[in-house]
C-alpha cells in the first residue's frame, strides 16, 4: 500500500490549491479515503473523507467545510483536494490514506499560505 502526495506550494492568503494523490498497491476504488494534514508542533488531523466506489459521500472537518472538495478518480487511482479561499493557518503537510484499515503514511506534500 503506497500513496504519493503532491500539488502544494506557496501560496498566498485567499487563493487556490489542487492536491493529488495516487494510490498503488489495493483497490483503491473499493475504499473510503480521507486527506489528513500536520501543522508545524500540532497532531495530524483529519480534513475530508470520500466514500468508496462512486464517491457519493463526502464529509469535512469544521474548519475547512464550504472551502475545501474532495474528489476521487478511480480510473487514475488518484484522489483530490479542491482547496479554496486559503487561510494562514491551512499551512501544514498534508496526506492521504484509506480511511481503514491505514496504509503506511506518504511523505505528504507541504502547503504554506502567507503573504
Known amino acids: 500500500v503506497q500513496f504519493v502526495e503532491s500539488g502544494g506550494g506557496l501560496v498566498q492568503p485567499g487563493g487556490s490549491l489542487t492536491l493529488s494523490c495516487v494510490a498503488s498497491?489495493?483497490?483503491?476504488?473499493?475504499?473510503?479515503m480521507s486527506w489528513y494534514r500536520q501543522a508545524p508542533g500540532k497532531e495530524r488531523e483529519w480534513v475530508a473523507l470520500i466514500s468508496s466506489y462512486g464517491g457519493g459521500s463526502t464529509n469535512y472537518a469544521g474548519s475547512v467545510k464550504g472551502r475545501f472538495t474532495i474528489s476521487r478518480d478511480n480510473a487514475k487511482n488518484t484522489m483530490y483536494l479542491q482547496m479554496n479561499s486559503l487561510k494562514p493557518e491551512d499551512t501544514a503537510v498534508y496526506y492521504c490514506?484509506?480511511?481503514?484499515?491505514?496504509?503506511?503514511w506518504g511523505q505528504g506534500t507541504q502547503v504554506t499560505v502567507s503573504s
Open positions: 498497491g489495493f483497490t483503491f476504488s473499493s475504499y473510503v
Open positions: 490514506n484509506r480511511q481503514f484499515p491505514a496504509g503506511s
